[in-house]
């Protein structure tokens, strides 16, 4: 029932941007503080920038800072990571999550969350 669905990977040019969406159901997703975390090839899984619940407070890896925005809908049950100035080594797995708090600061996974996707993959390439 509670289901997390990540969309809108895909192939980009370096330079290029992207949108990914994350779509929330089965809970109350206003409710929770959510995250978006990737894996890079090779790479232990990183967190990325998360929002909390009412989507006043953002924060962002300092490898992200000023390229990327995370927002929310929560009218929509949806999460988005808007994505600029993409680099190569932007390419991995990008999944979201949700923590049951309207505002937390743990980057342990998966101890630290209660609901994520099965991700959505990003390549940026020539």
């Known amino acids: 029932e509670v289901q997390l669905v990540e969309s809108g990977g895909g192939l980009v040019q370096p330079g290029g941007s992207l949108k990914l969406s994350c779509a929330a159901s089965?809970?109350?997703?206003?409710?929770?503080?959510m995250t978006w975390v990737r894996q890079r090839p090779g790479k232990r899984l990183e967190w990325v920038s998360r929002?909390?619940?009412?989507?006043?407070?953002?924060y962002y890896a300092d490898s992200v800072k000023g390229r990327f925005t995370i927002s929310r809908d929560n009218a929509k049950n949806t999460l988005y990571l808007q994505m600029n100035s993409l680099k190569p080594e932007d390419t991995g797995m990008y999944y979201c999550?949700?923590?049951?708090?309207?505002?937390?600061?743990?980057?342990?996974?998966?101890?630290?969350?209660?609901?994520w996707g099965q991700g959505t993959h990003v390549t940026v390439s020539s």
């Open positions: 999550a949700a923590r049951k708090s309207p505002w937390f600061s743990g980057s342990r996974w998966p101890e630290d969350f209660d609901y």
């Open positions: 929002i909390n619940s009412i989507g006043n407070m953002r």
């Open positions: 089965g809970f109350t997703f206003r409710d929770n503080t």
